[in-house]
């Protein structure tokens, strides 16, 4: 078995990632704990200071959706993606959009809470009204995902992949507390505005919780 080595930060949503397509294909990970405040290390490895970072005997990948394209790539079975390559190229869709689309309310909602240690009456005018706005973006959002998972039991469709891989560090937020040592506004953001439960969205709770059971590396 090849050598796999990650380099990680505590509470990392795209580390967790590796960790979930890692346990789902039986994969050993060697885990490098980096201080989040010295990423030196990162640097020296990968030209970059974000994790995760791979590190195999022969390459270096950075950036969560390259380093499971890789790891599928290395090692096909089980898969990820599904085997059909319209669907594959949907789950590619899905991915992409979550990636690219999903995170910008939370991540703006980060950003403006963050500073005002989530204190609204510290906002201005239009800033309250853009944590308003992009509130019910991020609720909405939880809304489809829900009616997605009319039948199935994964994002993907029935089979557990490369979506659920994808999607469930960050939705977990909505049912789990960060940590208390955890301080990323993003985190803090997913939990108290993109909150969810068996009452409000029990296909995506009961997602959850499935996916929380899988192995992880
Ligand atoms: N697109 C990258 C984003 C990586 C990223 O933002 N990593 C976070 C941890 S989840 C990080 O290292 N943030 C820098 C910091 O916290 O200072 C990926 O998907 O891997």
Redesign the pocket.
């Known amino acids: 078995m090849a050598d796999l080595r990650v380099l990680r930060?505590p509470y990392?949503?795209?580390?967790d990632?590796v960790a979930l397509a890692a346990g789902h294909k039986g994969l050993q990970v060697t885990w490098v704990d980096v201080d989040?405040d010295d990423?030196r290390v990162v640097r020296e490895a990968s030209g970059q200071?974000?994790?995760?970072v791979l590190l195999s005997d022969d390459d270096v990948v950075?950036?969560?959706?390259r380093?499971l394209a890789w790891i599928e790539a290395r090692f096909p079975t089980p898969s990820l993606w599904p085997s059909d390559p319209g669907d594959a190229a949907l789950a590619d869709v899905f991915c992409h959009r979550f990636?690219e689309v999903w995170k910008g309310p939370p991540n703006r909602l980060g950003g403006l809470l963050g500073p005002v240690d989530f204190v609204r009456d510290r906002l201005s005018g239009s800033e309250a009204r853009a944590v308003d706005d992009d509130t019910v973006r991020l609720r909405r959002w939880l809304d489809r995902f829900e009616e997605r998972l009319d039948g199935p039991d994964h994002l993907g469709g029935d089979a557990f992949g490369i979506c659920d891989v994808t999607a469930h560090p960050f939705l977990r937020f909505g049912v789990h507390a960060p940590d208390p040592a955890d301080e990323?506004p993003f985190h803090r953001v997913l939990h108290e505005l993109g909150s969810f439960d068996a009452a409000s969205h029990p296909r995506l709770a009961a997602w959850v919780e499935r996916v929380d059971a899988r192995p992880r590396a």
């Open positions: 930060v990392s949503t795209n580390v990632r989040p990423r200071d974000l994790v995760p950075v950036d969560s959706p380093i990636n990323d």
